[in-house]
């Protein structure tokens, strides 16, 4: 298939319901005052469950220091991918990232799996944690395992409370975050056979870095599909999004990427089938990307987002190193914030990741208007520039032709709010 046809057998759907949209899983959202504020209202636990035993994979931050949660997911998935048992949920909470919080926070990753498990009548192992908030503060472990009790209670295929669940995982987000893609297998052209559903729900708006940031992207799918598949699927996904993007330019201690596969749908994906494949490969990488956008759109105190293509590096490693290079520019970022189509400030980032660039052969546009073109300055459309720049959304087009690798950076620019909000006003 092509990827046109490819494409056309998928359809998206934009703030979903979320994970309960995928058969055969059940979730919940509880409020349990883990930050110790007393507010009760704001929900910070939430359950994903799958009675049907689940294949797995997942995805970390390449942090050096990672928390006791991805510590404890890391373990999990590598006993998992062993064969040595299925998976059947998680159990994530915001407001304590329980991170830089030695073996007491290794033990209270283990006992909200253990808890969570235990009360739904599986192994402490078959549970996957995860944690976002503050660095270095203990979890509150008799209020989570309170909010545990709660949400066990409370699990549901609802739409209702699926929503609860992705608003229980939210820090300083601004809104919740979901989608679902939906896709047949069988059939004529995708019309008939069997639908396969992947939904997903995510967290993330500040201390965003590519690989990965301090975000959840938390994904369920009905489709049968072996680990090693899935776990294959699911990092071309996540290079294809969520490491695709940039707020800050610091990488967190607890990103997590994960996706149980519990089979319910009926249709197998296989390598045997290499069209399930692909489909099942497209439709996980655009859940992934609208996820890891909406990430971006609700960074902290952010005001446009950009999006820049790097095209013919030499290598995918140059087109990286540049993209990352401009996207990460406080200069650069803070003409985006300007609404300032301060061109050279692009093109000084590009030349200071020293990749061997050669300017007389770039060509750079804002959307489609040339800005650049083999080391001529295109003065007379600067009124064109402005308008592109002065967009909440545009695209910067960077063209070194040299080779045939690109790289695409979801990134945004810089404010005044941004620095006062971190700094606690």
Not at 42 to 56: E, G, N, Q, V, Y
Not at 205 to 211: C, D, H, L, W
Not at 333 to 355: E, H, M, T, V
């Amino acid at each position: 298939m092509t990827k046109a046809e490819i494409s056309s057998r998928i359809t998206l759907i934009e703030n979903s319901s979320g994970l309960t949209d995928a058969s055969g899983f059940r979730l919940a959202g509880t409020p349990c005052d883990i930050r110790g504020n007393g507010d009760l209202n704001r929900l910070d636990l939430a359950l994903i469950f799958s009675k049907t035993p689940c294949t797995a994979a997942g995805t970390f931050t390449t942090n050096d220091v990672k928390s006791a949660p991805v510590l404890h997911c890391i373990k999990s998935l590598q006993s998992h991918a062993a064969g040595k048992h299925p998976m059947h949920g998680i159990v994530a909470n915001s407001g304590c990232a329980n991170a830089c919080t030695g073996e007491e926070g290794m033990l209270n990753a283990g006992r909200m799996c253990w808890f969570a498990a235990n009360l739904l009548g599986v192994n402490e192992e078959e549970f996957f944690v995860c944690s976002t908030g503050r660095i270095g503060v203990n979890m509150p472990i008799e209020k989570v395992e309170t909010g545990i009790r709660e949400s066990v209670k409370r699990l549901s295929n609802s739409k209702e409370e699926s929503l609860r669940a992705a608003d229980a995982i939210i820090t300083t987000d601004t809104h919740r975050k979901t989608c679902t893609v939906k896709f047949n297998l069988g059939g004529l052209k995708g019309v008939g056979g069997t639908t396969v559903t992947i939904a997903g729900m995510a967290k993330g708006a500040g201390m965003i870095e590519p690989n990965m940031a301090t975000m959840f992207g938390l994904l369920a799918t009905d489709a049968k599909i072996s680990q090693d598949l899935l776990q294959k699927c699911l990092w071309h996904a996540v290079g294809q999004s969520f490491n695709c993007i940039s707020v800050d330019g610091d990488m967190s201690t607890n990103d997590t990427v994960l996706c149980l596969a519990n089979g319910e749908s009926g249709a197998t994906v296989s390598e045997e089938d290499p069209d399930s494949v692909e489909l099942f490969k497209a439709a996980l990488e655009m859940l992934c990307f609208y996820l890891a956008k909406q990430i971006v759109s609700d960074g902290e105190k952010i005001s446009r987002v950009i999006t820049l293509h790097v095209n013919g590096a030499k290598t995918a490693a140059d087109a990286n190193k540049i993209a990352r290079s401009i996207g990460n520019s406080m200069l650069v970022k803070s003409a985006w914030c300007g609404g300032d189509p301060n061109w050279g400030r692009i093109l000084c980032a590009a030349g200071y990741a020293k990749c061997g660039i050669d300017q007389k052969s770039l060509d750079l546009y804002y959307d489609d208007v040339p800005v650049f073109l083999k080391g001529q300055l295109q003065a007379d459309n600067e009124e064109r520039w402005r308008e592109v720049v002065g967009k909440k959304e545009f695209e910067v087009n960077l063209f070194l032709n040299q080779g045939t690798h690109d790289y695409r950076l979801i990134s945004t620019d810089l404010t005044e709010a941004y620095v006062k909000f971190n700094m606690g006003e």
